[in-house]
Every structure is written in C-alpha cells, then in structure tokens.
C-alpha cells in the first residue's frame, strides 16, 4: 500500500512538471532597441557639415515632403580651405609623425630609400579607388556578399566601427564578447573574415598581427616568414640578421631575402584605402574673439533651410487608399525626423565647443603651447552626455582659429605632470620630444634617459618609459638606429 501511495504521488508530480513546462510566463528583461530614425540621429551626429550637405540634397531628391526655403545664393557658398594647409599646421602640432616609418627602419637597399614596389602598389590601389567613400562603407560592402547570418553581420558593423585610422582594432575582443553577451568563438569567426577583406590585413590588433595575417594570404606555406613576424620582429628593425639566422636556424641570406618579402606587406593597411581623403575642408566651427569673450560661429548657414510642404501635409488629412497614406506618413515621420536631428546635431556642437573652450582657455588666448590635458569624459560629464555622443560629434569636425584650423579631436589627449604639481598636454610633450630629436647631433643621438633629463630642466618629470611609448606614437627609432641611420644617409 506504501509503495502504491508512492508511485501515485511520483505520477502526480510528473504530471505536474509537465503541465509546468506548458505554462507562459513573464519574465523581465533589459534590451536595447535601436529604431531606424535613433540609429540616423546617431550617423548625423558624426557627420561633417559637408556631409551633411550631401545628405540633405539626398533627402530633398528621395523625399516628396521636404522642400528647400529660399536663401540668398551669395550665403550658400562656403570658405573652402586647402586639405593641404590644414594637415601642414596639424604636422607642425604634432599630429603628424616623423619622417622616419616603419618600412623605412630597414631597408636591403638601404635605410632611408623608399619601396618603390610598394608605393607603385599603393598608388595603383588609390587610383582604382572609388572616391568618397569611407573605409567602413568599402568594408561593409565586401561583407554584404558573404554567406552571413544576421547576427554575424550584425557583429561585423560593430567591428568594422571599432577600427581606428591605421586599421587596427586596440580593443579587447574578449570584453566586447562580454559586453554583446555572445561567445568569443563567435566574435573570432568574424574578425578572421574581416582579415581577409581588402585592404587584407585589416582590423588587426597591431602592426604585428597584420602583417601576419598579410603573410599568410600572400606567401602561403612559407612557416619560416610567419616565424620570424611572430619571434624577431624586433631583430629585424634592429637590422640583426646574424641573430635573426640563429633563431631561424636559417643563413644571413635567407634572412634577407625574407625581409624582401616583408617589404612588400603594410604594416598599417588603413592606408592602403584613402577613400575618405578629401581635398578641401570647410571648418564646421569658427570662434572669433571679441573683446575678452570668444564668441562661436556654426558655420552651417549655407546648408539647405528644410521645412515640409504644406500641399502634401494636407494629404495625410485625405481619404486615400492605404498603401499611399502609408507611404506619406513615412516620409511625413522622415522629415520631421532630419529636420530635429539637424537642430539637435547644432545644438550639441554647440555646446560641446562651448564646453573646450571652457577647459582649452588658455590655448584660445595664447596659442598652441598653451594646450592642456582634456579627455572626452570631462567633456561628456560637464555636459551631462555620454562619451559615444562627444565622441561622435567632434568626428570629422574642424574648428577655425586665432591659432589655425585644428580638427575638434585635436584638443583631446591625457597629459604627465609639471614639477610645478600641474599637468601638461602629452601633445605639447610630443612637440618638445620631436623638437629635441630634430636638433640632436646624429653622430650621438638623444637617448630616452638624455631626453628625461632634458625634460626635467624645463619643469616636465616624465618617466623613460613614458618618453619611449611617446616616441613610439611619433614613429621616432630608438638612439642607436637613428644613429645607424644617420651614417648611411651621410
């Protein structure tokens, strides 16, 4: 009778469980959803106010609703300014590197001579380029003609964003795995297909990874190139092919002819594509100093004045068949849409400049040596918005000057201490390092330590490693190969 009792009781809970397992239930949950129009405001954001333009034009041709208020003509041409003058005054403010790049820290045929291979390379892939189009767009494009599922290509559009102008992607991968709640495996799959897209090479973590990544297309099955990218990298620059051979276990020959071969592989594939390059610039911003206040010009009266029609507003009101009130209440929404987003997209930059010239002063009274530490996270809290949104609104944005036309992004960098308890801007450290290595004797160049000691006489402590990273963002060789250099071009 027990046992009865018990196989009956057994019975009724797994009926249970299953009736349990037929049930709905709710449950809770935090998901971001990104509608079509957030995700246009977001793109506008980071527009230049050339961009812009296009997109208005474009909009004015695809949208029935839109209608362009008259202007005055003379007000719709802007001040052009040479690409050429702008990146001359950004090289003369340390964004520009050194002369010396990394596939001239070793030459077969000398250090110093251009690869003409490569170059004639670079120069026919430019050509073949269709203008205008960004990086991220000719990257995209390749990958909409692979086999992928909506969620692979999905993870693409955020890698493919996170690759900086070199064609790196600095990241950690594994966090953003994290982050998007998807197994690593998952996100490995796809930057191994971005690897492969053209420029091939892209979206790698560093120079080294690349120019693997390059070698393994390129020379397949050559194991003792891949070796010496993977182990003697830092040999190779150093011009020691005696060690070089050793570890290989190869002769001094095979080494070079190795080298000939690394020659041929860019070491930042983002220049390969020079799609977004342009010839002029308009500066979005131009702040002009009045007395003692700086006042601030959105320099966007030349766009197109949108306003919506009235005839086809009236439509919505009629009595039409449902594709057609459909189809007019979308552009209807469409419009109304552009038309906020660039009063948004105003109001912001705005503010944001606003907001620089708050905590950049001192550079807008005295110039370039009076530049200071900024980060888009002061930025972003003094103005209660998220860095993405800083981030975004000063991309491919230039400010005019007292001092010169300077992208937005330029007054952004950390900085090291004063003597003096204070901060300075890494870019004013960069100014002074390369101004040092471009005075030094080259027969006995600057080491990192003679460069700290230096610093320390005009009031900056920095740390030898400091100054060696610095150097490395400046592309600028360590003493001995600038002296080794230095000999060969004597």
């Known amino acids: 009778m027990i046992l009865k009792q018990d196989e009956s009781t057994w019975e009724r809970i797994l009926l249970f469980k299953m009736k349990l397992g037929n049930t709905i239930t709710q449950r809770q949950t935090q998901k971001l959803i990104m509608t079509q129009d957030l995700r246009q405001s977001i793109e506008l954001l980071s527009l230049s106010t050339l961009e812009l333009s296009d997109k208005i034009q474009n ?10 208020l008259g202007v005055d003509e003379k007000q719709k041409m802007p001040e052009l300014f040479s690409i050429e003058e702008v990146k001359r005054i950004e090289k003369l403010n340390h964004e520009k590197s050194t002369d010396i790049n990394w596939q001239e820290s070793y030459s077969i045929d000398g250090p110093g001579r251009l690869n003409q291979e490569a170059s004639d390379r670079n120069q026919k892939y430019i050509e073949s380029t269709t203008k205008g189009i960004s990086l991220e767009d000719h990257l995209l494009s390749q990958l909409r003609l692979m086999d992928l599922s909506k969620q692979e290509f999905q993870i693409a559009e955020v890698l493919v964003s ?7 992607i600095k990241e950690d991968l594994a966090i953003l795995a994290k982050e998007m709640n998807l197994p690593f495996s998952k996100i490995k799959k796809v930057i191994q297909l971005i690897h492969e897209l053209d420029p091939i090479g892209i979206g790698a973590k560093d120079v080294q990874e690349t120019l693997l990544v390059q070698a393994k297309i390129l020379y397949p099955n050559n194991d003792v190139l891949y070796q010496l990218i993977s182990d003697s990298l830092g040999d190779l620059e150093k011009f020691d092919y005696k060690k070089i051979a050793k570890s290989l276990r190869v002769t001094e020959d095979d080494v ?3 080298a000939r071969l690394m020659k041929k592989l860019e070491p930042y594939p983002a220049t390969l594509y020079q799609g977004k390059k342009v ?15 700086f006042n601030i010009f959105i320099n966007d009266e030349w766009l197109p004045k949108l306003s919506i029609q009235d005839e086809y507003k009236e439509l919505l009101n009629t009595k039409l ?5 459909e189809y007019f209440q979308t552009k209807y929404s469409s419009a109304q849409w552009l038309i906020r987003s660039i009063q948004q997209r105003r109001h912001t930059l705005q503010r944001v400049v606003s907001s620089i010239i708050d905590f950049q002063i001192d550079f807008f009274r005295g110039g370039i040596g009076f530049i200071k530490p900024l980060t888009l996270k002061e930025i972003a809290e003094k103005l209660n918005l998220h860095e993405s949104t ?8 230039y400010i005019q000057t007292n001092w010169g036309i300077f992208e937005l992004k330029w007054f952004f960098s950390s900085g090291v201490k004063s003597l003096e308890g204070g901060k300075e801007s890494s870019k004013k450290i960069h100014e002074i390092i390369r101004n040092l290595v471009k005075d030094e ?5 600057l080491s990192d330590q003679d460069i700290v000691d230096l610093m320390e006489k005009k009031g900056i402590e920095i740390a030898r490693r400091t100054v060696a990273k610095y150097r490395k963002v400046l592309k600028i060789l360590p003493s001995n190969q600038r002296k080794k250099i230095g000999t060969h071009k004597g």
């Not at 068949?321 to 009130?325: A, G, S, Y």
């Open 390 to 397: 800083i981030s975004r609104i000063t991309t491919n944005k």
């Open 256 to 258: 070079i002819s190795l």
């Open 279 to 293: 010839d002029y610039v308009v500066p979005d911003v131009v702040v002009k100093q009045i007395g003692s206040e």
């Open 321 to 325: 068949p449902p594709t057609e009130k």
């Open 59 to 68: 909009e004015l041709l695809e949208n029935p609703m839109l209608e362009e």
């Open 162 to 168: 996170m690759i900086d102008e070199q064609g790196f």
């Open 441 to 445: 004797d080259e027969k006995n160049p």
